[in-house]
């Protein structure tokens, strides 16, 4: 049996019977199967490409069997949205080969009877693959792109009436491109010119980034399990917008600052190192799991000065009141702005998220306020690009807080650009090329 099909199967079955994060299981199970070079590759495609796909998968399937879908053995399914994404979209994949190795998973998990029905369906697909054309003309407009472009039906309806049809379009197009590895440097123990030097002995393909002085994207690279600069703490995976949000901030040396939602301390990192390691660092996150990750990364990075907390940031202002010099809030959002970098989250999303979230980031940005000194800032971030939980949720934060302003919070960024006068920051993935990420700077009065 193909091992590497196996191993697909085994991790989509978890991300679909045991809500497993396709990430994590995929490196699990690539570990586990000892999957490397382009075993691993295909695997990573064939896992993130099925699981992305999703619903669209699901709504082919349905045009070779009248069978419902809900009466299809779960490991079936699977081995059904494995193979239809092989013949749907992965041109280099032979039709008989998708074929052949799924129906002989089939057997071995399943039987026989599972087999020839699984046989049959894709032997279908292969033969009339027109059953399966997405719906066109007036007034499927919508369904259309959802279909076409992987997306949940009314996540699609939701961006066509924020950013118009075109827009939403391009958003969800780009949600489906492969993220580039986005590195920041460790400033505190090497500069981005040695970082590159050292990469490109390596050959890797390299390009400094046009947002962050850090930030180093890497086009071609090989497995993180055996890259050399993450161990060794001379640099950090992080989006180039991610990498923005510490720059607002702006701390200085020998300042005090609170990090109140900061797992897995990617943005916690990056101000100890402007902070050039000097001062302290309150790191809070509500997960014991997740604080060891905070840990972890500031010992690998060499950074002394952080303090990662168990607390839940709605208590930060009533413990840490009027003392901080500097407080971030990179509040707990709906992700929409990085859903190029999670295969699974788009489907995991709901529309309830939209309105319970903003209830939460509305209490943690009032509280975690108390926190900051006078004279001080609170940075507000997401990664998200709903505007109820951004530039909406910062005006009423404002009008509810007469004790602070906004500032202009372009002028913050490190490097010109686009965004430089904007009051607010909010950075789309098709129109910047980055995660979708909001930023607010604001200042509380003397």
Not at 102 to 131: D, H, T, W, Y
Not at 333 to 340: E, F, N, T, Y
Not at 341 to 350: E, G, Q, S, T
């Amino acid at each position: 049996m193909d091992k590497v099909r196996q191993a697909a199967l085994e991790i989509i079955t978890e991300v679909y019977e045991k809500d497993a994060y396709a990430n994590v299981a995929l490196v699990k199970k690539i570990r586990q199967h000892k999957l490397s070079g382009i075993d691993r590759a295909f695997c990573t495609s064939l896992v993130y490409g099925t699981v992305k796909a999703g619903e669209t998968l699901d709504w082919i399937i349905r045009r070779y069997t009248k069978r419902p879908l809900s009466k299809i053995d779960p490991v079936v399914k699977n081995i059904l949205r494995l193979g239809i994404y092989q013949l749907f979209y992965m041109d280099k994949v032979p039709a008989s080969a998708a074929c052949n190795e799924m129906v002989e998973i089939a057997k071995q998990k399943a039987g026989l009877g599972a087999s020839k029905f699984v046989n049959g369906l894709l032997r279908s697909a292969v033969r009339e693959p027109e059953k399966a054309k997405f719906p066109a003309g007036q007034g499927k407009a919508t369904e259309n792109l959802a279909l076409s472009a992987c997306h949940p039906q009314w996540l699609i309806k939701r961006w066509i009436k924020s950013f118009g049809f075109e827009n939403a379009k391009k958003l969800a197009e780009f949600d489906n491109e492969d993220a580039p590895l986005t590195l920041r440097t460790n400033t505190l123990k090497i500069s981005r010119a040695e970082l590159v030097k050292k990469l490109a002995e390596t050959n890797m393909e390299v390009q400094l980034s046009k947002l962050t002085p850090e930030g180093i994207i890497v086009n071609n690279h090989s497995e993180l399990d055996n890259f050399s600069p993450i161990a060794e703490g001379l640099c950090q995976v992080q989006d180039e917008s991610s990498m923005l949000v510490a720059h607002v901030l702006a701390p200085e040396p020998g300042e005090f600052i609170i990090d109140c939602c900061s797992a897995p301390g990617g943005k916690t990192t990056h101000i100890a190192a402007l902070m050039e390691n000097r001062g302290r660092i309150v790191a809070g996150d509500i997960y014991e799991h997740k604080i060891e990750r905070i840990r972890e990364n500031a010992e690998r990075l060499g950074i002394s000065i952080i303090e990662a907390e168990l607390i839940d940031a709605r208590e930060i202002g009533k413990k840490y009141e009027n003392q901080a010099d500097r407080v971030l809030v990179d509040a707990p959002c709906s992700g929409l702005g990085v859903l190029r970098r999670k295969a699974d989250a788009r489907w995991r999303k709901k529309t309830a998220d939209l309105t319970e979230l903003p209830k939460l980031q509305r209490e943690i940005l009032s509280e975690v306020s108390r926190a900051v000194k006078k004279g001080g800032v609170l940075v507000y971030s997401t990664c998200t690009i709903e505007a109820a939980e951004n530039y909406l949720m910062v005006e009423d934060f404002l009008r509810e807080h007469g004790d602070f302003y906004l500032e202009k919070t372009g002028s913050y960024l490190p490097m010109k650009n686009a965004h430089s006068d904007d009051d607010m920051v909010q950075l789309l993935p098709h129109v910047d090329g980055t995660d979708g990420f909001f930023i607010a700077r604001m200042r509380r009065k003397n």
